[in-house]
């Protein structure tokens, strides 16, 4: 009978929930002679996307109806300016959304504390969007964007232009830019596929997979492990422990690690390259043919292998036009094809 009581006491929470809320503001307007929006959604959902003209729709439902919840709307010079409000102190839950339609070039200032951030299907405008917990989302942008988040999953898809991206907790997913990419994050992990344009990125410890890139590549990590595939371009990259891994990239090597180790597979060097690390291996397999390359190895405390050939601290070998030079500390080095 006890074990009914709790059951029965654990249920009610949720039937509380699934009752509706009732709508405590709203808003239907449309807008003339807009050029610049600013939105602080605070706990609702906002979404923008295209449209003829700048047009508003906007909920809010909170189980308590109390005085302060209100959709205000102010314009001026051009500036409009959307604010969601709610009491001060009395509120136990809500939820809103704000529905924003713009039509082209209208410059947008997106920020929410918990709401979702949605934008999609809007061109040439300068765009931010920032929420401290809520997830955003871009789908076929054209502009200038920058996506901010402190602690939830910023995703992007089908951009045209410059793409910002900055997060401290949360995963980053960005697909299908044509333009130029830097992105941000201290703890989350990295998906990034398909850029045509440079992508520049860096992390704490969080895993980086970046694959088909057309442009040239830095990758930065304290930590984190990074892979690289499917590149052509100059590519750089930055490490203390986390590990580089390259499979079928394209260009020109500058790579530095400290603690993390250099390995590719399928490498094909257009010019000259230059490797670096101390406690971290280098090991490359290389697409070229043995006659265009030369190099020039030196290590402290390791063996050094190339083609075959083996030495101790220092290696030089090829009469090729690119030349790798590659130093290490205690970090062994390995080159074959």
Not at 63 to 74: F, P
Request: proline share 2%.
């Amino acid at each position: 009978m006890r074990r009914v009581y709790f059951l029965l006491l654990a249920l009610i929470p949720l039937q509380l929930m699934a009752q509706e809320m009732p709508v405590v503001a709203s808003a239907n307007k449309t807008f003339e002679n807009i050029t610049s929006i600013a939105v602080h959604g605070e706990f609702c959902k906002v979404d923008v996307s295209n449209g003829e003209q700048v047009s508003l729709v906007a909920e809010l439902k909170a189980a308590k109806d109390l005085e302060g919840y209100a959709i205000d709307t102010q314009e001026a010079a051009g500036v409009l300016t959307i604010k969601v409000l709610k009491p001060e102190s009395g509120w136990t839950s809500h939820t809103g959304f704000v529905n924003i339609k713009v039509p082209q070039g209208v410059k947008l200032n997106i920020q929410t504390t918990s709401g979702y951030i949605n934008l999609s299907n809007i061109n040439g405008a300068e765009m931010l969007a920032q929420s401290k917990s809520g997830k955003i989302s871009a789908d076929n942008l054209n502009g200038t964007i920058t996506l901010r988040s402190k602690s939830a999953s910023i995703k992007a898809n089908n951009i045209t232009g410059i793409l910002n991206m900055k997060s401290k907790g949360g995963s980053q997913v960005v697909r299908q830019i044509k333009g130029d990419v830097s992105l941000y994050t201290s703890g989350g992990e990295m998906i990034v596929e398909n850029i045509d344009g440079s992508l520049k990125t860096e992390s704490t410890d969080g895993a980086q997979s970046i694959k088909e890139i057309n442009g040239d590549v830095y990758l930065k990590t304290k930590s984190g492990a990074m892979k690289l595939s499917n590149a052509k371009g100059n590519i750089g990259s930055l490490s203390v422990s986390g590990t580089l891994n390259l499979f079928d990239v394209e260009g020109i090597l500058q790579l530095v690690a400290t603690k993390g180790s250099i390995i590719g597979n399928r490498v094909k060097l257009t010019e000259s390259s230059n490797l670096q690390t101390t406690e971290g291996k280098i090991k490359l397999k290389f697409l070229n043919p043995k006659e265009e390359l030369k190099f020039i190895c030196e290590s402290e405390h390791a063996y050094i292998i190339a083609y075959g050939k083996s030495k101790k601290k220092k290696l030089k070998m090829g009469e090729g036009p690119i030349v790798v030079t590659t130093i290490s500390t205690t970090g062994a080095q390995n080159f074959n094809k």
